[in-house]
C-alpha cells in the first residue's frame, strides 16, 4: 500500500535550491518562445506559481 492509499494525502515534494541564472534562463525563454507558463513548469520541472512570480 503506498503513502496516499493509507493517509489520503501526497507526499510533499522536496524543497530545491534553484540557481539565479536558472531563473532567469526560464523568464528570457518564456519571454521567447510561444510556450504557457503552464507548459514551462511542465517541461522544467519548477512549480507553474514559481514560474510566474519569476516573471513578475
Known sequence: MSIIESTGKKKPRPRRSLT???????????????????????????TETAVRYWIK
Open 20 to 46: 539565479p541564472e536558472f531563473k532567469v534562463e526560464i523568464v528570457e525563454l518564456r519571454r521567447r518562445s510561444d510556450r504557457s507558463v503552464g507548459q514551462m513548469a511542465k517541461d522544467f520541472d519548477p
